[in-house]
């Protein structure tokens, strides 16, 4: 389906009568991720997705991807159950191309490109901001198909606490804690979430359970010194995740995932506030057969400081600009082979500086955002990226929007000195261009239509240069092009959520004409949340249609349901329920994998 009808069917759309805003309008929430400063989510021209700690306090979900696949335009592919390796792809992107954050710090892998969510307990999320579309104006590599920041929970009340405990199918328990303390100057909190399940076979050829456990910790801190602005924040995710090889021999791989951050805010002029963030962030991976016979690992440790400035200029103006400086160094044995940039070397370092730039602008019904960033690349020298966003408010209660951008995908530190390695790899390009017609009515009812195009050149690709005895490097051959639009409605009453969306998408390899694997055509989400006084029950559902997969495998297409209930005990206590897969359908997120069956979960939670 070429873009071009796309387009037809957003125009008609537009052109179609919509009712005018009504009274008591909803609290709009502040979100962070799509200009890097706290906007409400009406004043942001960029598609934003917020889960927020309602949807993830009901889901009893494993890891964020479990939320994630209920919402539009984004799609999951999993290698058996909770902690198997997780895809993610944002409007048919590569999932490489979607940049995953944890307080804004960088969590993708040097060496995959990807980042761990399947090892992000929900339990330690305050909210989980989605921006679709090109960012890396604003935050580098990665930020193609779209933009994950995993924002942790921060309870500012004088004292809170709160605990909770459940099990569930496959021998699973869980547990969490939490306790907050809020002073004048100063807060601080902690928060613990245990994970363990004995899992189901990953590979339907296999009877070996694979098992998964996770122990994360979040501890942050707050203070405030005369004109000094502190915050400090460690997270921490370990454990194992058992699976099977493609010999079906049982494999067990010990995770480690953290993150640490420093940030110092100060505000030199009233309409001048300017914050330095250091960080690190380390993904750290050991695999072996059996607990006595260690082989492959991968490690990445990144270091980063970002120094970032605000300025409210005249009514309706705002400057945000700042630098960016990393180190990523990479070291791992894959397949026996050593990662380093040549034999002896050691581990592989890579440099990256930047320079970034945003001005946004709002005057009576227009709006209007120009964003840039310049990088210097150790490896493949300068990039610039940018995004031109413009939008209209026809009536006080539609808006259409506009949007271009460039953005860009580096080459980790795998493709460019592991099997097949090629320093001289160029980073893989994006241009992306969309438009929508956005707004509400009756105060309850909101909805947007978005039309898209994606295209990306100098995609990397293993290429044989001598297949009789698989020798090849990687080379940028491959061009892809992704078009489709997006249908989103809500609705929040008093005792009724309702929340659905349609994504139609064309995710299709320009090279050899064929679809994307693992990426559907067709997806539909639909969101169901009845308040019943001081306890609610909730019903989700994804339906998506086939996919193709490697070596010309094709995934059926799937309708899974979730069903939600949470019921209040007195003033602290609550009883959560959920029933996954109540359908209990069969379906493959992979190709020769298994998904979770019908399971009933439940926990008990305390909270003050």
């Not at 992979?590 to 979960?601: M, Q, T």
């Amino acid at each position: 389906m070429r873009f071009h009808r796309y387009l037809s069917m957003w125009l008609f759309a537009a052109a179609s009568p919509v009712p005018a805003l009504g009274d008591g309008a909803q609290l709009e929430p502040v979100v962070v991720t799509a200009t890097r400063t706290a906007v409400t989510r009406d004043r942001v021209l960029a598609p934003v997705t917020v889960i927020d700690r309602d949807e993830l306090d009901r889901s009893l979900a494993s890891d964020i991807a479990e939320l994630l696949r209920f919402h539009g335009g984004i799609e999951v592919a999993r290698t058996g159950g909770p902690g198997q390796a997780t895809s993610v792809f944002i409007r048919g992107a590569e999932s490489n191309h979607t940049l995953v954050l944890l307080d804004g710090v960088k969590l993708n892998s040097g060496t995959s490109g990807i980042a761990a969510i399947q090892d992000i307990s929900p339990d330690l999320i305050e909210r989980i901001e989605v921006v679709k579309g090109p960012r890396s104006s604003l935050y580098g590599s990665e930020a193609v198909g779209g933009v994950i920041n995993v924002i942790t929970r921060r309870d500012l009340a004088p004292l809170s606490a709160g605990a909770e405990a459940g099990a569930g199918r496959y021998d699973t328990q869980q547990a969490a804690g939490r306790i907050g303390w809020s002073g004048e100057d100063v807060a601080a909190g902690a928060n613990v979430s245990w994970y363990d399940t004995d899992g189901f076979p990953t590979f339907e050829a296999s009877d070996d359970d694979a098992g998964y456990d996770n122990l994360s910790v979040d501890l942050w801190t707050r203070a405030s010194l005369g004109s000094v602005d502190l915050d400090a924040g460690y997270w921490r995710a370990a454990g194992t995740t058992e699976y099977s090889d493609f010999s079906l021999a049982p494999v067990q791989q010990d995770y480690t995932n953290h993150v640490t951050r420093l940030g110092i805010g100060v505000s030199p002029l009233q309409n001048w506030s300017s914050k330095l963030t250091l960080s690190r962030a380390v993904d750290d991976i050991e695999q072996g057969q059996g607990a006595f016979n260690p082989s492959d690992f991968t490690k990445t440790d990144r270091i980063a400081a970002d120094w970032q400035n605000v300025i409210d200029g005249p009514t309706g103006m705002q400057l945000v600009a700042g630098a960016n400086l990393s180190r990523e160094e990479t070291s791992g044995l894959i397949f026996g082979s050593r990662l380093e940039e040549s034999p002896g070397s050691g581990d592989v370092e890579i440099d990256v500086n930047a320079a970034y730039a945003e001005a946004t602008y709002a005057r009576g019904r227009q709006q209007f955002l120009a964003a840039a960033r310049y990088t210097d690349h150790d490896i493949f020298g300068s990039q610039e990226s940018w995004n031109a966003e413009y939008g209209f408010h026809i009536t006080r209660g539609v808006r259409f929007s506009a949007g271009a951008g460039r953005a860009f995908r580096a080459p980790t530190s795998l493709e460019l000195y592991g099997y097949g390695g090629n320093r001289n790899l160029d980073p893989e390009i994006s241009k992306n261009i969309e438009a929508s017609i956005s707004g509400e009515f009756g105060s309850r009812h909101r909805y947007a239509l978005t039309a898209f195009r994606n295209q990306i050149e100098d995609l990397i690709e293993f290429v044989f240069t001598d297949p009789e005895n698989f020798v090849g490097e990687n080379r940028n051959v491959e061009k892809a092009e992704i078009e489709g639009i997006e249908l989103s409605y809500a609705y929040r009453g008093q005792n009724w959520r309702v929340r659905s969306e349609i994504t139609l998408q064309d995710p299709k390899n320009k090279t050899d004409g064929e679809r994307l694997l693992r990426r559907a055509k067709q997806m539909f989400t639909f969101s169901l949340v009845r308040q019943l006084g001081e306890h609610d029950v909730g019903l989700d559902v994804l339906a998506t249609d086939d996919r193709e997969d490697f070596g010309g495998a094709r995934l059926a297409g799937y309708l899974l349901a979730n069903l939600t209930s949470r019921f209040r005990i007195g003033d602290h206590w609550q009883v959560k329920a959920n029933v996954e897969n109540i359908l209990d359908r069969d379906y493959q997120l992979a190709d020769g994998y298994r998904s979770a069956g019908r399971g009933l979960y439940a926990s008990l939670a305390y909270s003050y």
